[in-house]
């Protein structure tokens, strides 16, 4: 797993937030993610990029700073254990849960999408989900698809985060290929800055 210094980043992790946000690197090769040009001493400059958030995918307001930082550590051993469970990458479930709920293991879709990996009701019983909103039921079962899904789509991960958000279906219904739906488009591009960028490793 990516190990990553997080720094002043949370800060546009608020509501509707937006700006630069700059990766450091220092003489131990750690990466430092923050909003500040200029990082001191050792630091150098590996990236500059544009970074935005504003509402998760289950249509809750983006929480702040410490509520944000609170639930990462309260459920970051969940994460770690379903990682081990399934062999996901650690940062793929956290860029899901990032994305889906913010970190929020009470949330609800206005499509009825429940807790942390806004889990429906049918994908729920079909992993075997008695209560989408236990924390490590609803991980556990939200990882568990995400394996099933990469076995069926060849560890493609776009293919995957689509299905994640559209269903299979939808993405084989159109020739195995990202569904021209924009939801699921910025979806789709959305967990995938969040890995790239390290927004969800937080340590």
Do not use: W
Request: net charge positive; proline share 4%; aromatic share 10%.
């Amino acid at each position: 797993m990516r190990c990553f210094l997080v720094s002043l980043l949370l800060f546009f992790l608020m509501h509707n937030a937006a700006g630069d946000v700059y990766k450091f690197e220092d003489e131990e090769g750690r990466t430092l993610l923050t909003n500040i040009p200029s990082n001191g001493k050792g630091m150098k400059l590996v990236k500059r990029f544009r970074f935005s958030y504003s509402r998760p995918h289950s249509g809750g307001r983006a929480p702040v700073l410490k509520v944000l930082k609170d639930r990462i550590r309260k459920y970051r051993p969940l994460i770690m254990q379903a990682a081990r469970e399934t062999g996901l990458d650690t940062d793929l479930i956290h860029a899901v849960i990032l994305a889906e709920s913010a970190y929020d293991s009470k949330a609800v879709s206005p499509k009825g999408a429940m807790g942390l990996m806004q889990l429906m009701p049918a994908t729920a019983k079909r992993f075997n989900v008695s209560d989408a909103f236990d924390p490590a039921q609803n991980i556990s079962g939200g990882t568990r698809y995400l394996k099933f899904l990469m076995a069926r789509f060849g560890n493609d991960l776009e293919l995957v985060t689509a299905a994640y958000n559209a269903g299979e279906g939808a993405v084989e219904r159109y020739g195995r290929s990202i569904p021209p739906f924009k939801e699921t488009r910025l979806y789709v591009k959305k967990v995938r800055d969040f890995m790239q960028q390290g927004m969800v490793a937080f340590n």
